[in-house]
């Protein structure tokens, strides 16, 4: 009853149309049952709480160095780049400034690591791709500040852009699950049968842009 009396002031919960079924819901009699509505009408807005699944991620960082066979390096030449937040002008971090050595290091890597992702069924990339999700929503807070300084967008168009980062994860996670062959009528011909197949190629190497960083990157990682 507390409850119900706070939500038509909308002091616990400022929802227009949950404060609406709520007060409808107070009993007219005493066989009415205002808690099982209530409770039904406070789950439309309360989204549950989800397993802590991501080790810490470090975006508090003066260096970023590169990310090779699954570790940081440097630049092999040692080069570095200074960072600078186009707001103040002010240097913000410094990260390794990778030149063709740096590029073929990776590339290598990833040809090592090839033939294990090629065979992995599609339940295991679903898998991967869905943890990955797991913890950029997890880190959001951190990545959205970092961009903010990195690029001088304002804060709040990236809190709303890359708070849509992870479901391009989970939709090419759903993609992978579900997919399917395809039987293409090619030529008419009753006496041959023609199937398309998708299959990975190989490497890639993708090339980012500085003002979207983390959103253009996942658009290209996630269908990988």
Not at 203 to 213: A, D, S, W
Request: hydrophobic content about 40%; some cysteine.
């Amino acid at each position: 009853r507390e409850v119900a009396a706070a939500i038509r002031t909308r002091s616990v919960f400022p929802f227009g149309r949950l404060a609406t079924f709520a007060a409808r819901a107070q009993p007219h009699t005493p066989r009415a049952r205002p808690k099982n509505m209530l409770r039904r009408a406070i789950t439309l807005h309360v989204r549950p709480a989800r397993p802590h699944c991501r080790r810490e991620l470090s975006t508090n960082r003066a260096h970023w160095p590169l990310w090779i066979d699954n570790a940081h390096h440097e630049a092999i030449g040692g080069a570095t780049l200074d960072i600078e937040d186009p707001a103040t002008g002010e240097t913000v971090a410094t990260c390794a400034a990778a030149d063709a050595a740096d590029v073929d290091a990776a590339v290598k890597s990833g040809q090592n690591a090839w033939a294990g992702w090629r065979q992995a069924g599609v339940k295991q990339r679903g898998a991967v791709l869905r943890k990955a999700a797991a913890l950029l929503r997890d880190a959001l807070p951190e990545l959205v500040d970092l961009e903010t300084k990195h690029t001088g967008r304002p804060k709040r168009e990236y809190a709303a852009q890359l708070g849509r980062v992870p479901e391009w994860y989970e939709y090419h996670a759903a993609l992978a699950e579900t997919s399917e062959g395809r039987v293409p009528p090619l030529g008419g011909d009753p006496d041959h049968l023609a199937i398309v197949r998708r299959e990975p190629l190989g490497v890639c190497g993708l090339i980012t842009p500085f003002n979207h960083p983390l959103l253009i990157a996942s658009k290209k990682l996630a269908p990988c």
